[in-house]
């Protein structure tokens, strides 16, 4: 995934000067979330769903996958009942993963107890998030649980951990976009991007 030039794509104004490449255009992103949406309905379909968004990351893609599973479940024979929850998870710190993974606000847990549960997250990094987001949701019991996520970054620093489905594998860089951010900037902006080194020093905190 090398990327394309920037003047390819229509970005934000504000944005031009902080980007590097555009790693996934908007309109991919699109395409790939319809066919995870087929795929999700076709293993978890049957079962109430209860899709968990991971915020605040995961927001658009949360919109975007739920819309597609929608669209299959009023066009087809079949179809299961979907409900959504929310949860705050925050590990980052700048561009840099911190050690602590805080989970910060959201409905009960506990609600997710008997369920199918289907976790939508943004990016896996080092897996820390959903390794210790996964451990808290077995205390609740749910009846399966499976993890979807946009994004899995190529990097030395996993910790091994994969979801049960992934969009697109990325290189390691940081990346943001499609509610992606960096210190909450970046997330009005459509298309996934890399930073570049100099954006990095602009918005840090
Ligand atoms: P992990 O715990 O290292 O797997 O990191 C997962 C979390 O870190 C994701 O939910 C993101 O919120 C954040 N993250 C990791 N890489 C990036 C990136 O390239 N851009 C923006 N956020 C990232
Ligand atoms: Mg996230």
Known sequence: MKGHELDLFCVPKHYENDL??????????????????RDIIRDMGGHHIVALCV??????????????????????????????????????????????????????LSNLSGKNVLIVEDIVETGRTMETLLSLLSECNPKMVK?????????????????DYIGFEVPDAFLVGYALDYNEYFRDLSHICILNDQAKEKYKV
């Open 147 to 163: 993890v979807v996520s946009l994004l899995v970054k190529r990097t030395p620093r996993s910790s091994g951990y994969r979801p």
């Open 55 to 108: 915020l605040k990351g995961g927001y658009t893609f949360f919109a975007d996958l739920l819309d597609y599973i929608k669209a299959l479940n009023q066009n087809s024979d079949k179809s299961v009942p979907l409900t959504v929850d929310f949860i705050r998870v925050k590990s980052y710190c700048n561009d840099k993963s911190t050690n602590s993974v805080k989970v910060i606000g959201g409905d009960e």
């Open 20 to 37: 590097d490449k555009v790693i996934i255009p908007h309109g991919l992103i699109m395409d790939r979330t319809e066919r995870l949406a």
